[in-house]
């Protein structure tokens, strides 16, 4: 079936640094993939998606790339700030899947400032 | 509202008692998630409708575990003779087919 693996967390990272959250899918079709982010104490938001190979989706200086040749879609920030600090789910879904979202265990990232 | 309703906001109760969640999705919205969330935790997924086929219920805990939808509209996910462990967030989302989710800020349940 479909799955979604992120990198563990928490992921600390000093403001400026440049951000990477590793996201690998396995999916049987062609899914369309997303980022959704959850502040501290809010609910979760779509933060950025792709639908097909190659496509780059951004969002708030956040980066993605839909790489089908390794399955994967990893999150890039070139500098961080603390507002970013959040957890960060990768997701996917597929036809083959029902359409039904497939969602990674999220990755914690605490920006110090 | 424009956005995903869910209610009540919060619910404590006592162990061993019913309680009912519900969830009011954006208009048109053939997708339907209920999902939960412990602290500090991910997402786990509870059940998932879509549009009138039959309902995806394979992440259901257990069998005090039950939701209904009717057509495209309203959801309620029940939660028969609670236990201290079903604490948690209980997150609602809405979609198109294929589309990004839309979450409702959830009910915070707590069991005493």
């Known amino acids: 079936g479909n799955s979604v693996t992120q990198m563990e967390g928490p992921v600390t990272l000093s403001e400026e640094a440049f951000l990477t959250i590793n996201c690998t899918y396995t999916a049987t079709g062609y899914p369309s993939l997303f980022w959704y982010v959850q502040y501290p104490g809010e609910g979760l938001q779509l933060l950025l998606k792709a639908t097909k190979a190659d496509d780059k989706g951004s969002n708030k200086g956040f980066e993605a790339t839909y790489r089908k040749e390794t399955t994967s879609f990893h999150l890039e920030k070139g500098s961080v700030q603390v507002s970013d600090s959040a957890v960060y789910f990768c997701?996917?879904?597929?036809?083959?899947?029902?359409?039904?979202?497939?969602f990674g265990a999220g990755t914690r990232l605490f920006v110090k400032a | 509202g424009a956005g995903v309703s869910q209610s009540p906001s919060n619910k404590v109760t006592e162990k061993g008692k019913d309680v009912e969640l519900r969830c009011d999705p954006i208009s048109g919205h053939t997708a339907l998630y209920w999902y939960r969330q412990r602290l500090g935790q991910g997402l786990e997924f509870l059940i998932y409708f879509q549009g009138n086929s039959a309902p995806d219920k394979s992440g259901l805990p257990s069998d005090r575990f039950s939701a209904e939808r009717t057509g495209e509209s309203v959801s309620t996910l029940t939660i028969q003779r609670t236990q201290q462990e079903d604490s948690a967030v209980y997150l609602c989302?809405?979609?198109?087919?294929?589309?990004?989710?839309?979450f409702g800020d959830g009910t915070r349940l707590s069991i005493l």
């Open positions: 989302a809405s979609s198109l087919m294929n589309q990004p989710q839309h």
């Open positions: 997701a996917l879904s597929d036809r083959t899947g029902g359409f039904k979202t497939i």
